[in-house]
């Protein structure tokens, strides 16, 4: 296998998901991608955070973004202009961290108490997951596989930040999430205070005493009684 051009950061949100990269050589920076998402049912923008929201259309509305007598289900991501006919409609599927990090067993009842879909075509909080992933995957390749198989994601590092709380059990329903939107087996988990640290510890290249740039903390006043 090639080495990696890139290594991939992944933020799979609790509101917002987030695609980071920068260059493993070379003097280039990190950046953010901008991913494709729709923002009505004609029309489609680009930004570079994209909502942690899938909308299970009806069979109308799934005619409008390309559903066919032969594919019949269509899962939007990431749409960002949700209308209040859309949320009264209850199929969107949203918090989808949130859900999976407190619920077990995690079968398909998402979007969760709503009576719109019927039992078989609700999804579960991995099956969410994975099509978010399966988004960024997708927004990846667009961009860059064209410029030979190198370039494509599956041949990049590749890590997903998870919230501190997700015990091992959620991590591994992450990963689980990961294989099923289809990247490779390589991919890291890093706590999301960890990454942060990263990034801080990144921004103090040069400094001869990095640590003078925390802030300093007064201890608390001793109190008695």
């Not at 933020?11 to 009505?40: C, H, K, M, R, Y």
Request: net charge positive.
């Amino acid at each position: 296998m090639a080495q990696p051009k890139f290594s991939i950061g992944i933020d799979l949100g609790t509101s917002n998901s987030v695609l980071a990269f920068s260059p493993l050589s070379g003097e280039g920076g990190s950046e953010v991608l901008a991913i494709p998402q729709w923002d009505t049912s004609s029309t489609v923008t680009e930004s570079t955070t994209v909502p942690s929201f899938l909308y299970l259309p009806d069979e109308a509305i799934a005619r409008r973004f390309g559903a066919t007598a032969r594919v019949r289900r269509v899962v939007v991501a990431g749409w960002r202009n949700a209308r209040p006919a859309i949320r009264r409609a209850r199929r969107p599927v949203r918090e989808v961290l949130a859900v999976s990090s407190r619920r077990r067993p995690l079968g398909p009842f998402l979007p969760w108490g709503s009576d719109a879909l019927a039992q078989q075509d609700k999804i579960s909080p991995v099956d969410a997951s994975a099509l978010i992933l399966a988004h960024l995957r997708a927004a990846w390749n667009a961009r860059f596989a064209g410029q030979g198989s190198d370039f494509a994601f599956d041949a990049q590092d590749i890590t997903i930040t998870v919230p501190a709380s997700f015990d091992a059990a959620a991590q591994r329903l992450t990963l689980a999430a990961a294989q099923q939107a289809g990247f490779p087996d390589h991919v890291c988990l890093l706590e999301e205070p960890q990454a942060a640290f990263y990034w801080w510890l990144e921004h103090q290249a040069g400094r001869s005493d990095p640590w003078s740039a925390l802030p300093i903390r007064k201890p608390p006043r001793a109190m008695f009684w």
